[in-house]
């Protein structure tokens, strides 16, 4: 009797184990497949084979109601249903690449509460008027029904209260939220609210792309602030030329940054920052510069024809942008909508020697194989500096 007691046991647990395998093969196959794939016109490229999964096909009948785009139902092993595909016909698309360091600068969308602090008192006692009301990653948009763009503009509106309370409206998430609190007299004679807050931020990456509208992207992912993580949500910026000064060599534990001298001069402006996003940060070059940047135009490589392989990464590490020779090791097709979308390994003797391999500014740098931009490079492995993540260039234009 316990024999088959434990004989049912070990099949009810066999069972179990089988259906989860089936259940989590069935998740990982659906999140394999894209979104949408991209097409050039007049190919004839086979869906199923783009995709290039075990056990995946796909309906050969679709709806004739779009020229230009369709929708195509993909199933594991013909039968149980997976994902439906958008696929989109595109033109061919040609693209200025760059690689040159950039200095950017951006406003935030309000003011940022980066984290709330103590305020000694003309008594000499500590307190926290902000404490557990605000949080960190707010944005204060208006003090008393006024709206506040700068740190110096909050600070003047707060110590104008005379210390009776100030109603703040402040931005959490997506939610706008009106909060009071009640000024504390610091010992310089100003009234305080107790908060650290943040209007601007300024940093180096790489200008990754121009197209002949003058339109560009950068770096292929947003820029978040030091302290809270969070994506910055910003009310505009600029684009500056930046001179690098020195390079700090990546090594194991270390990433490596290349150090840049940005001059806020006028006549040093390259463009305007319009938008901030997961896949990059956007805007438009200003008119005269186009002519002036090192662009060099490639036909657009989607997703579908990255290879594992011979690729180049294009920067300007030490004043002159160029290509350098990389491998990509590893694509990652669950992950085609993130700026993780691939790995490259830098094999360049020339910049293996000039920075360790990828660092800190090298964001954006764009990614050319076979003659065509694949993407660019958005990280750096901490362990080993010679490696990075890469995001698809489909995905920042699509940004």
Partial sequence: MRKCNYRRFLCVLLTADLLMAGVFGWWSLKHAIPDTIYIKKDSEEDITKILDLPFVTCQDTVLVSDANAYRVSCNLLGVFPLKEVKVETVEEKKLGICGLPVGFYMETQGVLIVDTGEIINQDGIPCEPAVNIVKSGD??????????????????????????????????????????????????????????????????????????????????????????????????????????????????????????????????????????????????????????????????????????????????VDGQVQPYTARITEIFPDQADSNKAFTIQVTDAGLLSKTGGIV????????????????????????????????????????
């Fill in 360 to 399: 800190q500014g090298m964001s954006g740098s764009p990614v050319v194989q076979n003659g065509k931009i694949i993407g660019a490079v958005t990280h750096v492995f901490v362990q080993d500096a010679s490696k990075g993540y890469g995001i698809f260039i489909e995905k920042m234009l699509g940004e």
């Fill in 139 to 316: 944005y204060i948009l208006e003090a008393n029904g006024e709206s506040v763009q700068t740190k110096k503009a909050l600070i003047e509106k707060i110590h104008a209260s005379e210390g009776k309370p100030v109603t703040l409206l402040i931005k959490r998430k997506e939610e706008e939220i009106p909060i009071s609190i009640e000024p504390v007299m610091g010992q310089d004679d100003r009234y305080k609210l107790g908060i650290w807050v943040r209007d601007n931020t300024q940093g180096i990456g790489t200008l990754t792309y121009v197209e002949e509208d003058g339109s560009y992207g950068a770096l292929g992912h947003g820029i978040s602030d030091t302290d809270t993580g969070q994506l910055l949500e910003v009310s505009g910026g600029e684009l500056y030329e930046a001179r690098i000064v020195s390079i700090l060599k990546g090594n194991k534990g270390n990433p490596g940054e290349l150090s840049g001298y940005i001059d806020y001069n006028r006549e040093n402006k390259i463009g305007e920052i319009e938008t901030n996003t997961e896949k990059g940060v956007y805007g438009n070059v200003d008119a005269g510069w186009s002519s002036r940047l090192p662009i060099s135009y490639k036909s657009v490589g989607y997703k579908q024809e990255v290879q594992i392989g011979e690729a180049q990464i294009w920067t300007g």
